[in-house]
């Protein structure tokens, strides 16, 4: 068997001073909007989608990832997944090797995850286990939730394709990619037809302590979320 090597960058947390954020809590305080699409929320949801994915598609901030993930899983696949109210025994396609709020966001959600095996070298779903879930289980199969492990650049036009060919939704883990850099030097996610679900969580590159914040190049589908 051979060994193989990926470099993981590590930082340190660098977070803004409460005194640079005093303007902005007085627009808070001004707004009387404390929570849910306050004009402080929309105005970043813009000012992010214009900065980190050039101006196309739409974000949502939400509350954290986890919750991001069980309203994208819900709306991945309506006709399969149910919405709302999932058809009992739909099931969410995931890799072995991710963090545990992946399953826990789809059991939440009233969804089953079926796990498939991960790749050696990139610790990322193994593309032909995935295809032959898909294969096997057919229609029973809601929603395909690849995780981009540790912040990686997956192929997503490959599950573009996957989703027409199964006809299947998909809603990416990308927990720690806010920030990472697709092969053209786009933000990881940039115009995707489905949904991103990133992470602001404390640990992550952009942090807000706590926070999550759904991407699709597809504004519609950002508005039936929101």
Not at 34 to 62: C, D, H, K
Not at 77 to 84: D, L
Request: proline share 5%.
């Amino acid at each position: 068997a051979g060994s193989y090597a990926m470099e993981f960058p590590l930082i340190a947390p660098n977070p803004p001073r409460l005194t640079a954020l005093t303007d902005g809590l007085r627009r808070i305080e001004a707004s009387g909007v404390f929570s849910n699409n306050g004009p402080e929320v929309r105005a970043f949801e813009a000012e992010i989608t214009a900065q980190v994915f050039g101006g196309i598609g739409a974000s949502l901030a939400v509350g954290n990832a986890t919750l991001g993930l069980m309203i994208a899983m819900r709306q991945g696949n309506a006709a399969r997944c149910g919405g709302m109210h999932p058809r009992a025994g739909t099931l969410a396609l995931m890799p072995a090797l991710t963090f545990a709020a992946t399953a826990q966001a789809a059991i939440w959600s009233g969804l089953t995850p079926l796990i498939c095996d991960i790749e050696p070298e990139t610790w990322a779903a193994d593309p032909a286990h995935e295809e032959a879930l898909l294969a096997q289980h057919g229609d029973r199969i809601g929603v395909v939730v690849p995780y981009a492990t540790f912040g990686t650049s997956i192929d997503l036009e490959r599950y573009a394709w996957l989703a027409k060919r199964y006809r299947v939704g998909v809603v990416v883990d990308a927990g720690a990619s806010l920030g990472t850099l697709d092969i053209d030097g786009r933000g990881f996610g940039t115009g995707a037809p489905f949904t991103i679900v990133y992470s602001m969580h404390a640990t992550k590159t952009f942090s807000v302590a706590e926070g999550g914040l759904v991407y699709s190049g597809d504004r519609d589908l950002i508005d039936q979320l929101r």
